[in-house]
């Protein structure tokens, strides 16, 4: 038989209450321990609220035991914390308290680290939901509307019915039943309010609100029973009255735990943003992130920590959650620093960069594509891809080219390059019926007629117009013309030696900028532009040059120097040599002022073509012209420099008569001036030849458009415009309607040009911009649409060389181990930089948090 249980003393009581009262401040101070051992940040930015369910259990714990009176022995809980340390980590396993219902607060808790709720679906609540998890769904759910997906709701022939989630009024109208909802998972229906605070232990529990109610025939008669029910009322009032409570803030159960929250998750954002911030510094700087210490404990007190713990250092003098949050760090506490975080933080930003580009290639349905490849300093092979479109903004139109980011090519063959470049435009979503343009270098492997990238390319989408890179293909030009006699050769070579033998001593350089405004430049065989600085700091400063020289003659060198000065003495002091200086100068420079132009991302097909033409009508009246006046002004220069001005004589070889022969040898009447005349004329018909030859693609696309610039367009007889516009149709009868482009063209000619008489000298750019500030795309969508795919077209691939640069600065000697994925985040946010800027913070900070999640959340 059980023995009654034996009735404390009034004395004995209060020392019962004592030890009670001891116990549970013991509990209060290991969880404060605890707490503060892990700096409130043991997965502190879970989901999007930065505040871990242990904080939040922990707040309400100590809520308890502050709050608790102790009455009777018998009205005492014990609060079991069963704890277990596993990778540094504490579990609360099991949690129980309950103080009436007065108190406002139960907290009857088991934890699940490995659930994660999904607020959209009733059916994937758990039976017994803690106040937490109701919490966390109730705040997601505010405001919450989302268009209900019933295609897949069919039970027994039946499906869900939409005039179910509303009730019909005696006066007529419908109000939305917001408690209801639909669960994909168990294609169910669901109380809300009554599924969040389910009674099991009451009787005659709906299925509304424990697993869904699945019989579509008896929906009719149990939706208005359940909704008139006294249990469903007093479950839709406490579902709004929580709302409120985290909503507004205006009290309620769970007040001063929401308040702790949004503090928490308020200083967890500032000091994400600030990581953030630091982050997107360095990424678009291209500069490097990791030093040799990383350790948090060393930053300020090493030089090795690299750029990234330094500038956290230093905004956190001038940012104070940073630098609370440094202040308040332990040894193995979470703190948002390591290259791990880093790469999550490119990861998202340069996932957003990416999505806005490939949001704006797509709304503008046509475009064109670059690629170049070229290896980096691992001797892997890295290929840029660039794409070409329309933007249009609040000025117009924009023509963008925007970099997508490097693959990593295995093969450089033409089928291998071209699979990577599918299988790239695939993953990013980029149809490629919709390309119209590509440009590539002349490599056989990318412009190859047959085999080549563009043959392949072209033979899946015809549309898509191949224009080898004219910046390249005019480089090409003057590097072939530069090679068509020894003479120029030696030429070129003397100026790359003169740079070589200054630069390779710091005393003759110091001497050599002692006597020059700018230094001499060396060039490269593959930059055209670089032979001109080259031959240009020297034309400019011959004199000066010469005068270095002497100097260094008369000076103390070695003998292998005093023999290099002596030759490259005598070959600058050449009137050959001064004639070829001077003309080449002015050659060079009509070539780069192209060049240049050739190079702008924002240059059309027509405009580009109109500068190749002038530079040919400028080569081909240099040949008759320019030839001998630029033998006038070098006689001037050599008489100045007290340099003979005449052309050295070459001993004409006298060939040895065989036995037999009577004729002597032809002795050559042509004087050695006439003699460089030809070579030059010679290097001024290979350049011309060049344009002609290399320029023939773009030259027949701006053909096919020509009609469409203004001075053609408004001035070109009706017949030869219908002409034209035939033509064009034939070839982009996927884009454009025949009989609707040639009725638009003849609206168009007529009445806009009573808008604007300027359009007459508008260059095609400028009158799509007009068609759109006007909002004539609706009345003119053919034109509007021939004018797209002209812009599309591609000129140079120079926004991938461009790219290369970046990719030289990001990759270096001492960051060549960097993977291809952070390769390619930080080159996107680099070169990008323009639409990085754009990001919001708190959507970086959420999806961050949204991916770091791993446990139930508020």
Not at 551 to 577: D, H, Q, R
Not at 686 to 711: P, T, V, Y
Not at 772 to 794: E, R, S
Request: glycine share 4%.
């Amino acid at each position: 038989m059980e023995q009654p249980k034996k009735k404390l003393s009034g004395c004995g009581f209060r020392k019962k209450a004592l030890e009670k009262k001891q116990q549970n401040e013991r509990t209060a101070a290991f969880f404060q321990n605890w707490l503060d051992d892990k700096q409130h940040a043991e997965n502190s930015c879970c989901a999007h609220y930065f505040i871990s369910y242990d904080i939040a259990l922990f707040m309400k714990i100590s809520y308890i035991l502050e709050n608790a009176e102790i009455e009777e022995e018998n009205e005492f809980e014990n609060i079991d914390v069963c704890g277990s340390v596993e990778n540094n980590r504490i579990n609360v396993d099991e949690i129980i308290s309950d103080h009436g219902e007065n108190q406002g607060l139960n907290v009857s808790e088991v934890m699940n680290e490995n659930i994660i709720l999904d607020f959209k679906d009733p059916g994937t609540w758990p039976e017994k939901i803690t106040n937490s998890q109701r919490t966390h769904i109730v705040k997601m759910r505010i405001n919450y509307s989302e268009k209900l997906d019933l295609t897949r709701s069919e039970r027994d022939g039946r499906s869900i019915n939409v005039s179910w989630f509303f009730k019909n009024l005696v006066n007529g109208n419908r109000c939305r039943r917001t408690w209801l909802d639909y669960s994909k998972s168990k294609n169910a229906l669901f109380c809300v309010p009554c599924k969040l605070f389910l009674n099991l232990t009451e009787k005659n529990v709906s299925k509304l609100a424990l697993d869904g109610f699945i019989n579509w025939k008896k929906v009719s008669e149990r939706i208005p029973e359940h909704e008139n029910s006294n249990i469903h009322k007093k479950n839709f009032c406490t579902w709004k009255m929580l709302e409120m409570s985290i909503g507004e803030g205006k009290g309620g159960i769970d007040k001063e735990l929401q308040d702790s929250i949004k503090l928490e998750e308020n200083h967890w954002r500032l000091v994400l943003k600030a990581i953030i911030d630091i982050i997107m510094h360095l990424a678009m700087e291209g500069s490097a992130f990791r030093g040799a210490d990383e350790l948090v404990s060393s930053i300020g007190k090493s030089n090795d920590s690299g750029k990234f713990l330094n500038l956290v250092k230093l905004v956190s003098n001038y940012n104070e959650p940073l630098r609370i949050h440094l202040e308040r760090h332990k040894k193995g506490g979470i703190t948002y620093f390591s290259h791990e975080i880093q790469n999550e933080f490119l990861e998202i930003i340069a996932n957003k960069v990416r999505s806005t580009i490939l949001s704006q290639i797509k709304s503008a349905t046509y475009y064109s594509i670059l690629f170049d490849c070229t290896p980096d300093i691992s001797h892997e092979e890295q290929m840029s891809q660039v794409i070409r479109y329309v933007v249009v903004n609040e000025n117009g139109c924009e023509i963008v080219e925007s970099f997508l980011g490097f693959i990593q090519v295995f093969e450089k063959t033409g089928e291998s390059i071209t699979e990577d470049i599918l299988r790239s435009l695939s993953k990013d979503g980029i149809d490629l019926a919709n390309c119209r343009g590509q440009s590539y270098d002349n490599g056989a492997n990318m412009a190859g007629k047959w085999k080549g990238v563009q043959a392949r390319i072209s033979a899946i989408n015809e549309l898509a117009r191949f224009i080898p890179c004219t910046a390249h293909s005019l480089n090409l030009v003057g590097l072939h013309a530069a090679k068509c006699s020894p003479e120029l050769e030696k030429f070129f070579g003397i100026i790359q030696k003169l740079f070589n033998f200054f630069s390779s001593s710091t005393q003759r350089w110091d001497m050599l900028k002692k006597h020059l405004k700018f230094s001499l430049k060396g060039y490269s065989t593959t930059r055209w532009s670089a032979k001109y600085r080259a031959v240009k700091s020297l034309y400019l400063q011959l004199a000066q040059v010469i005068h270095t020289c002497n100097v260094l003659k008369n000076g103390n060198l070695c003998e292998e120097a005093t023999v290099e000065l002596n030759s490259l003495l005598k070959g600058i002091t050449n009137f050959n040599f001064l004639c070829m200086l001077t003309i080449w100068n002015k050659i060079l420079m009509a070539i780069d002022k192209v060049n240049v132009i050739l190079q702008k991302q924002n240059i059309s097909i027509d405009v580009a073509t109109n500068h190749i033409k002038g530079l040919l009508k400028f080569i081909e009246k240099f040949r008759e012209e320019g030839i001998d006046e630029a033998l006038i002004e070098s006689k001037q220069k050599a008489t100045n420099l007290s340099i003979e001005p005449v052309f050295p004589s070459i001993r004409s070889r006298k060939k040895k008569k065989m036995p037999g022969e009577l004729a002597d040898d032809d002795i050559s009447t042509i004087s050695e001036e006439s003699n460089f005349k030809i070579l030059m004329k010679n290097v001024c018909d290979r350049i011309s030849n060049g344009l002609k030859e290399r320029f023939d693609s773009i030259d027949e696309a701006a053909q096919d458009f020509s009609f469409l610039d203004g001075k053609f367009l408004f001035t070109l007889p009706t017949i030869q415009l219908k002409k034209h516009a035939m033509d064009f149709c034939i070839k982009y009868e996927k884009d454009i309607d025949k009989i609707e482009f040639i009725l638009e063209l003849d609206s168009f000619t007529q009445h806009v040009f009573q808008l604007e008489n300027k359009l007459i000298d508008a260059r095609s750019d400028e009158i799509l911009s007009f068609i759109l500030k006007n909002g004539l795309q609706d009345a003119y969508p053919n034109i509007y649409t021939a004018y797209q795919i002209f812009l599309t077209l591609p000129v140079t691939s120079a926004s991938c060389e461009r790219s290369f640069s970046k990719l030289k600065i990001i990759k270096s000697y001492l960051r060549s181990t960097t993977k291809q994925r952070r390769l390619n985040n930080l080159s996107i946010i680099s070169i990008e930089h323009e639409i990085a800027k754009t990001i919001n913070y708190d959507d970086i900070i959420n999806e961050f948090a949204s991916k770091k999640a791993r446990k139930v959340v508020f």
